[in-house]
């Protein structure tokens, strides 16, 4: 029996050694405030950065694009990247405003202009989306106009949180959205063949908690009941592109769905097929 006792002791040690060296790489790479792009959008070259703040007293940095008599305000949210926010989004101002809809783009906390120096995925953003929401709706110039998000792999999952748990937002289009931040990291690290799947869950549950799960798009999509519409890049090498698929099959109508045969980034691969389908929508609402 000694040997057995030796076996589940270096076995414990050997996990804890995974979950550690797991908690360590995630730690790095969200603990963070990720510096803002570049961009060669004309409309940022003279926007003004203004700041809202949310419930854990942060400040938001955002940039406002209103049209005279907008058809709709879409809020434009950026994915995970360092170097990233709110310029990520920029490709899309001009072509909303020329369609007659005002565009705002923030930066997520701990990205670009705004407070923090922690990334939660979405399962905390959500937060800064009510913010936003709020504020615009607040504006005269938005009275009786919908108000909703495009979002972009972080940010599409992070709008569908922030409708589904707030109720505030009449649609979404959700570009190449993860199911969880679960599904997300063993997605990653079947992509790197790695066997430390329980270690990283380990990890997640340390730095996301216990409701993690309760805070992601499985299992909050069924509670939206505006209009959505889900993209899913089938050549996806950062998010399995079958979690699109999952949230679309668990959403309510009114749905949309569009696949494309493209890697992560749909928009700039098929930029005017993304532009078509995102106005297509929109006239729908």
């Not at 926007?47 to 940095?61: D, R, V």
Request: with cysteine.
């Amino acid at each position: 029996m000694r040997w057995l006792t030796y076996l589940c002791f270096s076995l414990l040690v050997l996990l804890l050694g995974f979950s550690l060296k797991s908690w360590s790489s995630l730690y790095q790479e969200l603990n963070i405030h990720a510096t803002q792009t570049t961009t060669t959008s004309r409309q940022a070259v003279y926007a003004k950065t203004e700041y809202l703040e949310n419930s854990n007293h942060q400040k938001i940095g955002f940039w406002y694009f209103p049209v005279n008599k907008p058809k709709a305000v879409v809020v434009l949210v950026h994915g995970y990247s360092n170097p990233g926010g709110k310029n990520q989004m920029m490709g899309h101002v001009e072509y909303l405003n020329h369609a007659g809809y005002s565009a705002l783009a923030v930066d997520l906390r701990s990205f670009g202009s705004s407070d923090g120096d922690q990334i939660f995925l979405g399962t905390k953003e959500w937060q800064d989306l009510e913010t936003v929401y709020d504020y615009l709706f607040s504006l005269p110039e938005n009275q009786n106009v919908k108000i909703g998000y495009l979002g972009f792999s972080m940010g599409a999952t992070t709008a569908i949180n922030s409708v589904a748990k707030t109720g505030k937002g009449d649609f979404i289009i959700a570009s190449v959205p993860y199911a969880s931040v679960e599904s997300l990291y063993k997605f990653r690290l079947n992509q790197n063949n790695s066997l430390s799947f329980l270690p990283t869950k380990v990890a997640i549950l340390a730095k996301f908690g216990l409701s993690s799960p309760k805070t992601s798009p499985q299992a909050l999509i069924s509670k939206i009941y505006v209009p959505i519409t889900i993209f899913s890049a089938q050549n996806d090498t950062y998010i399995n592109h079958k979690d699109a698929q999952l949230l679309y099959n668990l959403a309510n109508e009114p749905k949309e769905f569009w696949q494309t045969e493209t890697n992560h980034d749909i928009f700039s691969a098929l930029p005017e097929d993304f532009q078509q389908h995102v106005l297509s929508f929109l006239d729908k609402i």
